[in-house]
């Protein structure tokens, strides 16, 4: 029962210090107004000073008391209240108990009633009944001025307790309903507040999301937009600082087991402290080690950093831990959303490195292959200087099939070779090893370069529709420079004369071959002077996105002028010129071919092999008809020297015999030219040969051969008849 009593009645003392403090301050007023009205009332009444000083002092006391900020809320409010009801009984004693004013009693206990406080509230009460009640009825003089009060004064106090007891009850379901009122305005402010923290968790919620989001993103692209690994490794380090923590670290597992920091990331200071952090193989006890065993994020302690050690795990293997160091608390490490970022960067991570390492091992195939199928080492032809230069693309780009070749043709021609493969990796390499044997196969074969495209191209198209190259073939005469070549497709030749002009060699263009089934193939023909370079390569040299063609071909031939005269120099100012340090988007391949230009000395170093007789012919004549000798002496000399060489070839034996050397020069009004291994001769075979000494005695004016523990020296002299002016 008490509690639905309770239910219904004031709660007491629920207003905020703001409305109290407002409340107190209006009954201050009144009651200073009081403390005025009640002398004046006084002397109007006809008491004496003295009188009304006495009656109104109660009031003003009050006034102050309750306007001290010495006394506490509840005690200022018990004064304040004894003021206004102690204003009420002296204006009914001044007034002589004037019936009137015995409502002042009420009017103050409904003011009262303002403060919602019970202990004011049955103060008033208390004083009203014992003043209006007890008072009244012993002497209801002093209280009551009329006739029916001084009759009946139990019944009249009665009436007024009744009285009071209604207004009482008023003020109460008033106060209630005041309580009612505020109850609801804080539990709106209070369901407000919470619907504002509410919003504002869900907002920084959905914030954090979103920044774990764009992360993410941005790690994955980081993560695809490379596939070298420490690349990739770093970008990714320096997105997770300082979002997800204060240092990131990556180790990776390599392929003998051991572990290489990959990436290293974040506030310097902490990056010194925490880059002592690695796991230690063989200590079980380690947590980065029961990390990479167990698959699942370890938290770990040192160098008075926290740091979540999270396994990189790949489809068969652990590939390595990624570490989240910051300095806090443990609750960094019990963080269930930046774990769970941590890991799903780590996912990422490993299949970012597993695909990096898996193209590195098909890169690594294509570049094993590719280099395979490409010239070990160009021939060396006598009067001929020749370099070449392959590169492959930047490490993101897979091998081309990018190719070059040198080749000494039977006729005493020289096949120049340079294409470049549709497509990329094992099968481009592959394609590209059919076509240069191919290639070798018809020029050998004696055919000329337009037969030889004509004849490539129809191989490609029955290869299949999806096969096709560019590429250059021409057919060099070391005697006279002539070149005879043709042009499938492929970037223009660049020709650098003696004087350091460079020009394109355009003519003899026709179509890839293997995309066309009706392409025909003519050739054009340009004369290569002594000191000359020509310089064949494949368009990654002058191509890439971001450059024109245009630009790249006139790159190209800045750098190419005024170089140097040496083919092996020549490429490498080249290289550095055009690509200017960067790496290539598509691989690059060189091939420079420079006719040696003849003074009055001639001296060559011949490999030890049949097929180098007709080039070094060729070089012997040009030099020859340099040095004035007429057609018949030329023929003559070139005679008797091809014996010595055959001699060289053929005969000189020992572990040496790779090569042999040709010097010839002009003096005394002839020439001479000498022949000299690094062997010995077998004595010849009755029924093979034995006629070599016998011709070149025949054509020379004197011959000597030196035989000595070093080599046999044949030393061939000759007159000239008709003497010509040497051109230098």
Excluded at 79 to 86: Q, T, Y
Excluded at 522 to 532: K, S, Y
Excluded at 584 to 593: E, I, K, N, P, Y
Excluded at 626 to 639: I, N, P, V
């Amino acid at each position: 029962m008490w509690t639905r009593v309770r239910a219904v009645i004031p709660e007491g003392g629920t207003l905020p210090d703001d409305v109290w403090r407002a409340r107190h301050a209006g009954i201050l007023v009144v009651l200073w107004l009081h403390a005025l009205f009640i002398p004046l009332f006084a002397l109007a009444r006809g008491f004496s000073p003295l009188h009304a000083i006495v009656e109104g002092a109660i009031v003003p006391s009050a006034a102050v008391l309750a306007g001290s900020s010495a006394l506490g809320r509840r005690a200022r409010t018990v004064v304040a209240s004894f003021g206004l009801l102690s204003a009420s009984a002296v204006l009914v004693h001044l007034s002589g108990g004037v019936i009137e004013m015995h409502f002042h009693f009420f009017v103050m206990v409904a003011l009262v009633t303002l403060y919602q406080d019970w202990l004011p509230f049955l103060v008033a009460i208390g004083y009203v009944f014992v003043h209006h009640g007890l008072i009244g009825a012993l002497d209801a003089t002093s209280v009551f001025n009329h006739f029916a009060a001084r009759n009946e004064p139990w019944k009249w106090a009665g009436i007024h307790a009744l009285f009071i007891t209604g207004l009482s009850l008023v003020c109460l379901v008033t106060w209630r309903l005041n309580e009612s009122l505020l109850s609801e305005r804080r539990e709106a402010a209070i369901e407000n507040a919470r619907l504002y923290e509410a919003e504002r968790s869900a907002r920084t919620a959905a914030e954090a999301a979103g920044a774990r989001l764009a992360l993410l993103a941005d790690a994955t692209r980081a993560l695809t937009s490379s596939l070298e690994l420490d690349v990739m490794m770093g970008d990714l380090a320096r997105l997770a600082t300082p979002t997800v923590a204060d240092v990131c670290l990556i180790d990776l597992v390599e392929h003998d087991g051991s572990l290489r920091r990959a990436a290293a990331a974040g506030h310097p200071e902490r990056t010194t402290r925490a880059n002592r952090l690695r796991p230690l193989p063989g200590h079980d006890s380690d947590p980065a080690v029961q990390a990479l065993r167990s698959g699942r994020p370890k938290l770990v302690e040192a160098e008075g950093l926290w740091a979540v050690a999270v396994p990189l795990s790949g489809r068969r293997e652990t590939l390595g831990v990624l570490w989240l160091v910051n300095e806090t608390a443990p609750g960094f490490g019990g963080d269930s959303e930046t774990v769970s970022l941590a890991e799903e960067l780590a996912r990422r991570a490993a299949i970012a490195v597993e695909n990096a390492r898996l193209f590195a091992r098909q890169r690594s195939v294509s570049e094993t292959l590719q280099q395979s199928l490409l010239p070990e080492r160009l021939p060396e032809i006598p009067g001929l200087a020749t370099a070449a230069r392959y590169v492959p693309g930047g490490p993101d780009v897979d091998v081309g099939g990018d190719w070059y070749d040198v080749m000494q043709l039977p006729g005493g021609g020289i096949g120049l070779a340079m294409g470049d493969v549709v497509g990329r990796g094992e099968r481009a390499a592959a394609l590209m090893g059919q076509l240069r044997n191919a290639v070798r196969a018809y020029a050998f074969e004696g055919k000329t370069p337009a037969q030889v495209l004509n004849c490539l191209n129809g191989l490609l198209l029955d290869a299949g529709s999806d096969h096709m190259a560019t590429m250059i073939y021409g057919v060099l005469d070391a005697e006279s420079g002539e070149l005879r070549m043709v042009n499938a497709g492929h970037p223009p030749p660049l020709l650098v004369e003696a004087n350091g002009d460079a020009r394109f060699l355009e003519g003899g263009n026709g179509p890839p071959v293997g995309a066309l089934a009706t392409a025909g193939y003519r050739e054009t023909c340009t004369v290569l002077t002594p000191g000359a370079t020509l310089l064949l390569y494949t368009d990654g040299l002058v191509e890439d996105r971001a450059t024109p063609l245009e630009d790249g071909l006139a790159r190209l031939r800045r750098a190419a002028q005024n170089g140097p005269r040496d083919p092996d120099a020549f490429c490498s100012q080249v290289m550095r010129g055009v690509l200017v340090g960067a790496p290539s988007d598509d691989d690059v391949a060189l091939l420079a071919v420079q006719l040696i230009a003849l003074g009055d000395r001639l001296q060559l170093h011949v490999p030890a092999v049949p097929g180098v007789l007709a080039p070094l012919r060729a070089t012997l004549r040009r030099w020859l008809v340099r040095a004035g000798a007429s057609d018949a002496e030329a023929y003559e000399l070139l005679t008797a020297c091809g014996e010595a060489c055959t001699n060289a070839i053929r005969h000189a034996v020992g572990p040496a015999r790779s090569e042999f050397e040709v010097q010839a020069a002009v003096g005394d009004g002839g020439v001479e030219i000498r022949v000299r291994d690094r062997g010995s001769w077998r004595e010849p075979r009755r029924d093979v040969g034995g006629r070599g000494l016998a011709i070149i005695e025949a054509y020379v004016d004197d011959l000597e051969i030196v035989r000595g523990p070093s080599g046999t020296e044949v030393r061939m002299r000759r007159r000239l008849t008709l003497e010509q002016e040497v051109v230098g």
